[in-house]
Structures are given as structure tokens and as C-alpha cells.
């Protein structure tokens, strides 16, 4: 009689699964720095990550549902670079090194992003999970704002917050899908009015500003 697997057995076998299923998304990735999603196919992508096209299947039905799974590693990159930047950046310094992270980041992954905003055309419900992370990232910087000032913020301030958020991402969005110009992703200068578009709208800088003056000493004092 053949013996039942062991849970070890199990566990490596789950461990060399989930190898392959993170090779095929950092490799899809990877290849998205040279061309369009569209233009790789299931066979290139697998060759490249090392695996049989029979290897992707076992992991993916389709190559939608590898780019949902792409999505949500992307997601998941995005949160951690957010709360390390927020436990991190000093305050006079915070949203514009915060932009500049963000578009950098964007720009490193623009086809990627630019095939997530064509499918969210076609597939409305697809975009709600980065709806969600855009609303974290307001809500965090909503919180570290409030942290700082030594107060809550009133409805109207969270909602400066929020629209100047939602500003900075659709502007990224646009000059991804769009490139209207006259300044580009690429370009430091878009960084650094972006910044200052966003520290114009949200008001960021009067609310920091307004913290007590017992709360600005000790960080005078500590640097």
C-alpha cells in the first residue's frame, strides 16, 4: 500500500509551487520594462522565467488572471514602500520625497501601469483594489499629518488631503496613458511641481507648520 504524503512533503511541495508562481510574476515584470503586455506571450514568459508553459497553467489560467496576480504584487510593493516612507521621512521633506518615490516607481513600471489603466477601461471592477490602496495612502498620510499637527484634522483639511492625492495619481495616470506634455514623467521637473501642486492643495505646509510650538522644539532639540 502506498504511504500518504507528509506534511513535510506537502510544505516543499507548496514551497516549489509558490517558487514558480513568484518566478512568473517577477519575470513578467521584467519583461514589461522592454515591451507591451500584449506583445509576450505564455511561452516566452514562461521560457524566461525558467518553467514549462504546462508549469504557468498549473498556476494561472490565463494570462488576465497572471496580470490580476501581477496587480496585487503590486499592490502589496506599493504598501510596504508607503509605510517605510512614513515611519522614515522627516516632515519638511516628506511629500516631496513621497512624489518623487511615486513617480519614480511608476515610471519604472509604466507599461505595466498603462496596461492596468487600458484593462480597467474594459473591466470596471478590476481597478476597485487600487481604489482601495489610494485611499490607504490618503488615509496614511491623513493620519501622519493629524500625528505631527497635534490635532485631528477638520473634514475640510482630510478632504484638501484626499483631493490632493487623488490629483497626484490621476496626473501620474494621465501622463502614462496619455504623455500630454509639456512636462513628462521622466523629467525632475515633473516631480517638482507635482510636489508643489500637491503641497498647494492639500495645504500641507501651513498644517505642519500649525503644530505646537512644545512638539516643534523636541524635533528641533532631536536633530
Do not use: C
Amino acid at each position: 500500500m502506498t504511504a500518504a504524503p507528509t506534511t513535510s512533503g506537502r510544505r516543499i511541495r507548496q514551497k516549489r509551487s509558490q517558487k514558480t508562481y513568484d518566478a512568473l510574476i517577477s519575470t513578467a515584470f521584467k519583461l514589461l520594462e522592454q515591451r507591451e503586455f500584449d506583445e509576450i506571450s505564455i511561452a516566452e514568459l514562461a521560457q524566461k522565467a525558467g518553467y514549462s508553459v504546462g508549469a504557468f497553467y498549473a498556476r494561472f489560467h490565463s494570462k488576465d488572471e497572471l496580470f490580476t496576480a501581477m496587480v496585487e504584487r503590486h499592490i502589496e510593493d506599493r504598501a510596504k514602500a508607503r509605510a517605510k516612507a512614513f515611519g522614515s521621512l522627516p516632515d519638511e521633506t516628506l511629500i516631496g520625497d513621497l512624489i518623487g518615490e511615486l513617480v519614480h516607481s511608476y515610471w519604472s513600471r509604466r507599461r505595466f501601469w498603462r496596461a492596468a489603466l487600458i484593462r480597467s477601461v474594459r473591466d470596471p471592477d478590476f481597478w476597485e483594489p487600487i481604489r482601495r490602496h489610494g485611499h490607504g495612502f490618503a488615509a496614511s498620510l491623513i493620519e501622519r499629518i493629524a500625528a505631527h499637527a497635534g490635532r485631528a484634522l477638520t473634514e475640510a483639511e482630510e478632504l484638501n488631503v484626499r483631493f490632493a492625492v487623488q490629483l497626484a495619481l490621476g496626473t501620474i495616470n494621465n501622463a502614462i496613458i496619455n504623455r500630454p506634455g509639456p512636462i513628462f514623467l521622466d523629467q525632475e521637473l515633473f516631480v517638482e511641481n507635482l510636489a508643489r501642486a500637491f503641497r498647494l492643495v492639500s495645504g500641507y505646509d501651513d498644517l505642519v507648520a500649525a503644530r505646537p510650538a512644545v512638539e516643534r522644539r523636541r524635533s528641533s532639540s532631536r536633530r
